[in-house]
Structure formats: C-alpha cells, structure tokens
C-alpha cells in the first residue's frame, strides 16, 4: 500500500510540474501589440527590438497567422520578453511621425498604402510581412537582401526568425546557418526554413 502512495504521489508531482510550466508559459499569451509610435517611445528608456507585423484587413493569412501562431505561448513569450512588438495597418490612413519624418497613406488603385509600411517592405507590398528593428532602428536583413519576412509560418518555424534576431546571432551569422544550432522549445523541430522564394 505504501508503494501504491508513493507512487500516486510521484505522479501527482510530476503533473503538478508540467501544469505549472504550462501555466506560465500561457501567462507570457497574448502578445502585448502596440503602435509603432508607442515601440519607438519605449524604446528610447529602453533599449530592445522592434518586431513589425505588418498587415492589412483583407488578409486571410494574416488572421490565419493571428489565431494559430501569435497565440502561441513560445512566441508570445519570446515577442513580450525580447522585443516591442508593434501590429501595423499597411492600410491605415493615420499620419505617422518618425525620426523627422512624417509618413502618410498614399491612394491608389481602390485602396493604397502607408508610406511607412511601403519603406518597412521595401516596396514588396505582400502580407503578412514582417520587419525586425534593431535597437537603433535599422531594418534587420533576415536572408540575404532581403528587408522583411513575407508570409504566413507556423509557430515552430517562426520561432527560429524570433530567436535569430533576438539573439543577435544576424550579426555574425545567416539564418540557415543558425538553424543548425537552433534548440526548438517544441517537441519536434521543423523541416526547414525558407525565404520565401526570395
């Protein structure tokens, strides 16, 4: 009887464990957005990456991307802890002011775009889209040339580009290359990483 209790409380522990570290990583969900105005001001008292999801209403992949992989508590975390994470309308007609600059929604077609969102992309108007400041607020190259980091990715591949940049590792190394030292905080690493086409 005495091992059947022991037992019982081993497990009960164990479980105690895991739904403790499941607990704090759902505390670190949702991701705390702000504009980009706000991310610039915070980060003038303190210093931290500025991570840009950039977005339009229309874009399917975008809402795809805000309900499987900003819900994830890993990216969440990782965008809370490590950077001001900022959601931007490419599509918002609010005037953005920004290291002197005043940036403006441009009509065209039977929409437009933010000028802000068209200098972040580099002109490659495609969402979702993504853009990492460093903390002097220089666009981060995440392959080669390119500027910005285009379409939907689940949370386990997303979560290499977070910790790239995060990390620094940009500085010294490319991101294929970091993905051979990359430790996955998911059960199972993911196949592969890639540009987009790019």
């Known amino acids: 009887m005495k091992k059947y209790l022991i037992l019982i409380f081993t497990v009960l522990v164990v479980l105690s464990g ?13 991701v705390k957005w702000m504009s980009f105005e706000e991310a610039v001001e915070k980060s003038k ?26 819900t994830d508590p890993h990216i969440a975390k990782l965008l809370n802890e490590k950077y001001y994470p900022v959601k931007f309308d490419a599509e918002q007609t609010n005037d953005v002011t920004f290291r002197g600059t ?30 990492f400041l460093d ?14 980091l285009p379409g939907y ?10 910790s790239f940049v995060a990390g620094d590792f ?4 490319n991101v294929q290359e970091y993905q051979k030292e990359y430790k996955s905080p998911y059960v199972m690493k993911p ?8």
């Open 18 to 30: 895991e739904a403790q570290q499941h607990d704090e990583a759902t505390a670190a969900a949702p």
């Open 102 to 131: 005043t940036f403006k929604f441009v009509p065209y077609g039977n929409k437009g775009a933010h000028q802000l969102a068209m200098a972040l992309l580099n002109n490659q108007m495609s969402y979702p889209n993504f853009v």
């Open 135 to 148: 903390e002097e607020f220089r666009i981060v190259p995440i392959f080669d040339k390119s500027t910005s």
């Open 45 to 70: 008292a303190e210093k931290r990456k500025i991570f840009v999801d950039v977005y339009t209403d229309w874009c399917g992949w975008c809402k795809v991307m805000d309900k499987n992989t900003f």
């Open 153 to 162: 990715r689940k949370p386990e591949e997303f979560h290499i580009f977070l």
């Open 170 to 173: 940009f500085k010294n190394s």
């Open 191 to 198: 196949a592969g990483i890639t540009d987009g086409g790019k």
